[in-house]
């Protein structure tokens, strides 16, 4: 008797092969329904992110100029190294570390202390001495970097509730003429 027969009257190799492409067609079906169904949600609530942070907690370039122009209150942070911040930062921005940590962090770059100082620490403790009502914006160079989303995440862990990360970094900041410290 020629033809195909349910799985459960097969045996040995045959069972196995059948058994094999019927794993087959329920993977098909699975990634199937995964890719028409979880992907598009997925890829939506991800485009309301950027930099791992919804809109309302990041800010742009213009926004941020029209806030120092119009005198609002805000603390702006410069969440690249000291170097970099010595070389050019936004007026008006601050490291936002302790000053202990900079100079611990300069002797380890120097290899004077084999030790690296804590940064997490040391935002830490700097951020005691603000109100967690503080209105705060963290930047980094450029819309690629992660060190100012890092940073404004990590703020908003200590209780801070007014914390934006600008979008742009320094570099679009300096290329649309605003002012910097050099």
Request: overall charge positive; charged content about 25%; aromatic content about 12%.
């Amino acid at each position: 008797m020629g033809g195909s027969r349910p799985f459960f009257f097969l045996q040995g190799r045959e069972m196995h092969y059948q058994l094999f492409i019927f794993k087959q067609w329920i993977f098909l079906i699975i990634t199937l329904f995964l890719l028409l169904f979880l992907v598009p949600t997925a890829q939506s609530a991800s485009s309301e992110k950027k930099l791992g942070l919804f809109q309302e907690d990041r800010i742009s370039a213009d926004e941020l100029r029209q806030k120092q122009l119009k005198a609002e209150r805000f603390i702006v942070f410069d969440a690249r190294d000291q170097k970099s911040y010595q070389e050019m930062h936004m007026e008006g921005a601050i490291l936002p570390r302790t000053d202990d940590y900079y100079k611990k962090q300069e002797l380890y770059n120097q290899r004077v202390t084999s030790t690296p100082p804590d940064a997490d620490k040391a935002l830490i403790e700097n951020m005691k001495k603000y109100p967690k009502n503080t209105a705060i914006v963290t930047y980094c160079n450029s819309g690629n970097c992660q060190a100012s989303a890092v940073m404004a995440l990590q703020i908003k862990r200590m209780g801070f509730n007014n914390v934006r990360a600008l979008e742009d970094g320094i570099q679009i900041w300096q290329k649309k003429g605003y002012p910097v410290r050099t």
